[in-house]
């Protein structure tokens, strides 16, 4: 096969630091200097880098430049957890008062509440173009709703971002919605009735499990592994046993465990629900946060027939607080757009218009590589502060992309108790009960590495660790 210049650059740079003539710390060549004394031109010199940076080999300090990250440590000996084993069989769902208790703390992705002034980001492009949208409203557009759609001119681009996970969708097929949330809310509504069985992961998002709860469905949970998601096996048995009319699932690096689905297997549930007449909706709001380069495929980019409904937000990547969300309902079109109307009438055109011109001129893609690296970054430090803080835990999983761990601890521990209990310390945690409609995972967590680990959450984990070990 060919090689290309930045793969000849790429492997001798990595052969450098593997024998120390590049040591950790050190700085590497500017892509100025690299370009010039390599005969390079610097748009493969960056290519070298990012894929060097993707490794997790070099690290990019802003307005410095270029280093060798320091060698990963190991974490310990923690296994994974065991393939989940519900009880697959469907049951009403009853989501209860924590995790209303959580969204209230505004904790549900941190141990610790946001300070009561707010930390400047770094996402000033973002402010920039949602303000241009605010001034450049008139009065007469804000006194009209957006079109059900959504805004035009997004859709456009985000036309354009699906096709970085394989799926060929025309603006036209899109739909915009305030948030993820909502998406998936218009995919159950267009694709089930009251009392329908829905399958879904197990553990499975606590939010899928809020929308059964609210629209009357039954869910039927499947085994999962952390590694690789859903079991294909486990959705062919249960099809041949119960009228299940959805399946709800997270292909890529889904929470609570950060799973991620392997090619085939997402090929193998997509002729399964083709072949039972069930739709399938893909939460994809990680897909966009690999820690590599290549974010993995959708599930929908295999579909030619209509049948998966792919809803995601900028929730995860870019802003909570923007609530710009999307679907693509395959034939469920025409539904999903009088559904929106009926649940939300229309979106914020100037949250559109600021989003829509952020993902033009390419300051999204900037952003998200910065991201993708400080996410590795703080989980492969959070699987340090794991062993060091909370030396009892029995097994953990080991994403490669996403927000969240799943941590296994011993059976006498019951994490819902362990909540309340940390709550009377101004500690927030997500208990794994809250991610089934069964009575299991009451000895897990979910962990997330969403936020910096500063001294104060450091400091929190370990308060965690001494509680645990109290109760044992």
Same mark, same amino acid.
């Given at each position: ?214 629209? *009357? ?40 465990? *950060? ?214």
């Amino acid at each position: 096969m060919t090689e290309y210049r930045y793969e000849q650059l790429e492997q001798r740079l990595r052969e450098q630091i593997r024998i120390g003539q590049l040591a950790a710390g050190e700085r590497m060549p500017s892509v100025r200097q690299l370009s010039r004394d390599a005969t390079l031109s610097k748009s493969t010199v960056l290519t070298a880098y990012a894929r060097l940076e993707a490794e997790g080999l070099i690290e990019a300090r802003p307005r410095s430049g270029y280093f060798v990250a320091a060698p990963a440590q190991s974490t310990s000996a923690l296994t994974k957890p065991a393939t989940s084993e519900p009880s697959i069989q469907p049951v009403p769902v009853s989501v209860g008062q924590v995790l209303v208790d959580i969204m209230e703390k505004g904790t549900a992705f941190d141990l610790l509440p946001p300070p009561p002034k707010p930390v400047h980001d770094s996402n000033e492009p973002l402010r920039r173009c949602l303000a241009r949208a605010l001034r450049r409203q008139s009065r007469l557009e804000q006194e009209y709703y957006d079109e059900p759609q959504g805004l035009l001119m997004l859709r456009e681009q985000l036309s354009h971002r699906l096709a970085h996970g394989g799926s060929q969708v025309n603006a036209s097929e899109l739909v915009v919605t305030s948030g993820c949330q909502h998406a998936l809310l218009l995919a159950l509504m267009a694709t089930t009735q009251p009392g329908d069985v829905v399958a879904i992961e197990s553990p499975g998002f606590y939010g899928a499990f809020q929308l059964l709860e609210a629209l *009357g469905l039954q869910a039927l949970e499947l085994p999962c592994s952390v590694d690789t998601g859903i079991s294909p096996d486990a959705l062919a048995l249960a099809l041949q046993h119960w009228p299940v009319k959805a399946l709800m699932l997270s292909p890529s690096y889904s929470t609570p465990t *950060g799973a991620c689905m392997p090619e085939a297997s997402k090929l193998k549930i997509l002729s399964l629900a083709k072949t039972h007449g069930v739709a399938i909706i893909e939460d994809d709001i990680y897909g966009e946060l690999p820690f590599g380069l290549q974010r993995p495929r959708t599930l929908h980019s295999y579909d030619d027939s209509g049948s998966v409904l792919l809803c995601s937000s900028f929730s995860k990547c870019l802003s909570r607080d923007l609530r710009v969300g999307w679907i693509a309902p395959g034939k469920y079109l025409e539904k999903v757009k009088r559904l929106k109307v009926v649940t939300s009438l229309a979106s914020s055109a100037t949250a559109q218009q600021g989003a829509s011109e952020y993902l033009a001129d390419g300051a999204y893609d900037r952003y998200l590589r910065q991201r993708r690296q400080q996410f590795r970054r703080q989980c492969d430090q959070l699987q340090e502060l794991i062993v060091e803080h909370l030396p009892m835990a029995t097994a953990c999983s080991y994403p490669q992309g996403g927000l969240a761990l799943w941590l296994e601890l011993p059976e006498s521990v019951d994490t819902l108790q362990l909540f309340h209990l940390a709550r009377q310390q101004g500690i927030t945690i997500t208990p794994g009960r809250l991610f089934t409609a069964q009575e299991r995972y009451h000895h897990f967590l979910r962990l997330s590495f969403a936020q910096p680990w500063t001294q104060e959450r450091q400091s929190a984990l370990q308060s965690l660790g001494k509680m645990i070990a109290n109760t044992i």
